[in-house]
């Protein structure tokens, strides 16, 4: 009987999940738009994710830009790769932007909810530029995808 290749432990430095202003609400309000599942849930997910992926992963969450920024900038030589959801500094900030480009690092923007359904303020990322790629609207999925997307151009 063939054997399953087992996945070896990541040499990879672990994938950055960083998330930014109120979504340490999820979960609690607003489940029409974002879900009834909370962050906690989506590390979770994220977690069991990733080891089937044979990478690790750091998460964390803001609701300060400059933390953000900080985060981003720590990331550059702590982590391989960034899964980003800025919540609504995706659509105001230069400052994270810029924190981005100049981790030089993969990026995955995500968003839980399609932003181009939603309001026209909604429909600008400030961050796209600095993403390899975009995922919205297919709740926290969507993370996970993100993940899928990044072992992918991580892996040799
Ligand atoms: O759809 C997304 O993931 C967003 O990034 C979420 C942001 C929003 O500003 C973006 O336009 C789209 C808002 C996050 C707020 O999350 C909450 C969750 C539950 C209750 C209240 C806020």
Known sequence: MAKK?????????????LNGPN?????KRQPQIY??????????????????????????QSNH????????????????????????YTHTSVALLDALNAAELPAV???ISNIYKRESFRHRSYISPAAVGVIAGL??????????????????
């Open 23 to 27: 979504l340490n609400m999820l979960g």
């Open 109 to 111: 923007e995500v968003h």
């Open 65 to 88: 830009e400059g933390v953000l920024v900080d985060l981003i900038q720590a990331a550059r030589e702590k982590n391989s790769a960034i899964v980003i959801n800025a919540g609504a």
């Open 35 to 60: 879900g009834r599942e909370t962050l906690a849930d989506v590390e979770k997910a994220c977690r069991i994710e990733v080891l089937r992926l044979g990478l690790t992963v750091e998460f964390a």
């Open 5 to 17: 290749a087992a996945r070896r432990p990541s040499a990879l430095k672990p994938v950055l999940v």
């Open 139 to 156: 709740g926290i999925q969507g993370y996970l995808l993100a993940l899928q997307a990044l072992a992918r151009l991580l892996k040799p």
